[in-house]
Nanobody, 127 residues
Framework: QVQLVESGGGLVQAGGSLRLSCAAS????????MGWFRQAPGKEREFVAA????????DYADSVKGRFTISRDNAKNTMYLQMNSLKPEDTAVYCC????????????????????WGQGTQVTVSS
């Protein structure tokens, strides 16, 4: 089992940047593929980005491609989401998620793929 804790959210003006972190504890972090999801008020949770166990492969939602970068540091048991050129429509609670996998480069993009979730961190982008 793995426990996930997000941090780094906050209030930022449109065009600004934030870096979210997801700290993992428990079983070996490198055993898990990871992802970021977000949920805006009144909307369903949606996929943002995913990264494989190795960190070699990544995937992004079209809405964030070119603006967000997902990365991980397996030595620090931490995953990151660098968010640049933020827009008001990026306002949401951002959650990280983990799924145990044997695939070193496998990515997972569906909510139902993931076994473990953090509580989330609020990101608010003002216009």
């Amino acid at each position: 089992q793995v426990q996930l804790v997000e941090s780094g959210g906050g209030l930022v003006q449109a065009g600004g940047s934030l870096r979210l972190s997801c700290a993992a504890s428990g079983r070996t972090f490198s055993s898990y593929a990871m992802g970021w999801f977000r949920q805006a008020p009144g909307k369903e949770r949606e996929f943002v980005a995913a990264i494989s166990r190795s960190g070699v492969t990544t995937d992004y939602a079209d809405s964030v491609k070119g603006r967000f970068t997902i990365s991980r540091d397996n030595a620090k048991n931490t995953m990151y989401l660098q968010m640049n050129s933020l827009k008001p429509e990026d306002t949401a609670v951002y959650c990280c998620a983990a799924v145990g996998t044997t695939g070193w480069i496998t990515l997972y993009g569906k909510i139902s793929d993931y076994d473990y979730w953090g509580q989330g961190t609020q990101v608010t982008v003002s216009s």
